[in-house]
């Protein structure tokens, strides 16, 4: 029989609650990273330079001008319409989660002066998976753009199509692709930006369909997974496969563009491909 007893380690009393989502681990460097230095640093790694996701509210103030953006279409949500089990739970969830009625945002704004419509996916909400409702708002928002000579904006983040809603949800990728044509015969740009990760159906569809397609650097962009890549092809993938990094190497992407300097490149571009639609307030 021992003598001493071996004390027991551990805490002692109620445990002290920690607040979530302060640190970050960078998924590139393994740097673990405070929430307000992230922060300071439009959410881009410091050492890096990986581009952590935004939240739409985050990527309008980055982008936009200052109290140009009025949001439209703002009542459209996901109906249940194959009466897939649980789906329409999951989606009062992400709500509430979220604080977003779908996965896209969408409104009038102003970059630098120049009117635009603008689109922003948001992968909080379902993997911003793209549902009929999703789809319904972008091509309203092209339509919008065409009618009110605007250009079009769309920053795409996506795992695909919502494969809860079938059919429907693939329905949206000609419905936007064909607003996307009409937008082009009325003599109107499209900038696409493509961020982590753009794949699926978004890829398949709006989110390539730019007269110029920027993307953030090193983000995934594909179809399918590289993994479901390789097991079809029964090849080994290079170096970079589905990276923007790669994409522009091949051609789909016109140019990587920093966090930092999306505002100003957007600008210029606006610039050069509607110069005579600047205006002073939207």
């Not at 989502?21 to 050492?47: A, Y």
């Not at 789906?87 to 102003?110: C, D, F, H, S, W």
């Not at 065409?146 to 920053?155: D, I, Y």
């Amino acid at each position: 029989m021992p003598i001493f007893k071996k004390p027991k380690f551990g805490f002692r009393g109620k445990k002290r609650d920690m607040p979530e989502g302060l640190w970050h681990k960078c998924p590139q460097c393994s740097s673990v990273i405070h929430d307000l230095e992230l922060g300071k640093n439009l959410r881009v790694c410091q050492k890096c330079g990986h581009h952590f996701r935004l939240e739409a509210s985050e990527r309008i103030d980055l982008v936009v001008d200052p109290n140009s953006f009025s949001e439209t279409d703002r009542e459209l949500t996901s109906v249940n319409a194959l009466e897939f089990e649980g789906y329409t739970e999951k989606v009062a969830q992400y709500r509430e989660k979220t604080k977003l009625n779908e996965a896209i945002v969408t409104g009038r704004a102003a970059i630098q002066s120049h009117p635009i419509s603008l689109g922003i996916m948001d992968f909080r909400f379902l993997g911003a998976s793209m549902g009929s409702a999703v789809g319904e708002k972008i091509t309203r928002a092209v339509e919008r753009a065409t009618s009110e000579k605007r250009a079009m904006v769309l920053f795409s983040a996506s795992g695909g199509a919502r494969m809860h809603e079938g059919i429907l949800s693939l329905m949206q990728m000609a419905k936007s692709s064909a607003a996307l044509g009409r937008h082009a015969q009325a003599g109107l740009p499209y900038i696409s930006i493509l961020t982590h990760p753009t794949t699926g159906g978004v890829t398949a569809s709006f989110a390539t369909l730019g007269d110029i397609n920027l993307a953030e650097p090193k983000c995934m962009i594909g179809f399918a997974g590289p993994r479901v890549v390789k097991e079809t092809t029964h090849q080994n993938l290079p170096p970079g496969f589905q990276t923007a990094e790669f994409m522009l190497d091949h051609g789909l992407v016109d140019r990587i563009v920093e966090r930092k300097d999306m505002r100003d490149n957007l600008g210029s571009l606006l610039g050069y491909l509607m110069p005579e639609q600047a205006l002073t307030s939207v």
